[in-house]
């Protein structure tokens, strides 16, 4: 049987990101993180929070972000108006996921 691109795109993992005590839970899509956008994230400084929300919209498949009890969907505007703390804590929670090796947080043996 042979690989399935399309079936490899389409799979989704989970991450846990903690902001101020509270849980995010989101799927992304690893197939998304190419080593192109991530060289292009990393290349973005504090201020460039409209960029970063581009890059990390097509990684993001769910979450379980809620306002006024209803359901936010992804958008890039959304992530627009979360500021760069937040956008970074994901994008930081899907490269510790990918690579626990890159993870500055992981306990080195």
């Not at 504090?46 to 359901?71: I, M, Q, S």
Request: net charge negative; hydrophobic share 40%.
């Amino acid at each position: 049987m042979a690989f399935d691109l399309g079936k490899y795109r389409e799979k989704t993992r989970p991450v846990e990101v903690q902001m101020d005590g509270d849980p995010l839970h989101v799927s992304y899509k690893p197939a998304a993180f190419t080593p192109n956008l991530r060289k292009e994230i990393e290349k973005l400084g504090e201020d460039d929070v409209d960029a970063l929300a581009k890059y990390l919209c097509p990684l993001l498949a769910d979450w379980d972000a809620t306002e006024g009890g209803k359901k936010v969907e992804i958008s890039v505007e959304v992530l627009n108006g979360l500021g760069y703390q937040l956008l970074n804590a994901i994008f930081s929670a899907i490269v510790a996921a990918v690579n626990p090796a890159a993870d500055p947080n992981a306990k080195k043996g």
